[in-house]
């Protein structure tokens, strides 16, 4: 079974600190994703990467900056944290870059707060 | 909004009954996905169909598409407590490589 595992399930920060959230995927994919998910606005794409050191903006990237330097490990960098960024933060990993029939498997999820 | 829409933002059935949620959409699509999300965890793939493709069956899932209408349905026949989640639909669309969902449908099953 694909293993997605975020580095943790809750954390709470004050404003202006910079945060970090991890993401490991023990399957090879190359695709992983962040998303966040807020009430009545469903799950919104902040980045992607299709392989190792690459990066595209997703819809809200604003804010935040990933890194890629494995493969299996996809971190979201919050630069200095807004009260805005409260959210539920969700990983995931998809095989193959041209394979658009493929699923996305998830992790289980980061409810970030900040004060 | 680049989002899908689902339809009814809840439900609230008996246990054993049918539950049918609705998704529609903007624009010409590769394939629409359905997941499943327990309360406050990630989201779990339940079923994918093409956009060649009218129906599809899993287990006690069943889904439709109608690319002419844009819209979708997920069928969850002689539903369970365990059944209880929001599901979200979702759609790859042509030319691009990203999902995007819709806001989900939160579905309760009443024992």
Known sequence: DVKVTQSSRYLVKRTGEKVFL????DMDHENMFWYRQDP???LRLIYFSYDVKMKEKGDIPEGYSVSREKK???SLIL????TNQTSMYLCASRELRDS?????????GTRLTVL | SQQGEEDPQALSIQEGEN??????YKTSINNLQWYRQNSGRGLVHLILIRSNEREKHSGRLRVTLDTSKKSSSLLIT????ADTAS????TVWKGAQKLVFGQGTRLTINP
């Open chain 2, 19 to 24: 539950a049918t949620m609705n998704c529609s």
């Open chain 2, 78 to 81: 002689a539903s369970r407590a």
């Open chain 1, 22 to 25: 991890e993401c490991v995927q």
């Open chain 1, 72 to 74: 299996e490990r996809f």
């Open chain 1, 79 to 82: 630069e200095s944290a807004s």
């Open chain 1, 40 to 42: 009545g606005l469903g």
């Open chain 1, 100 to 108: 658009k029939d493929n699923e996305q498997f998830f992790g289980p």
């Open chain 2, 87 to 90: 599901y979200f639909c979702a």
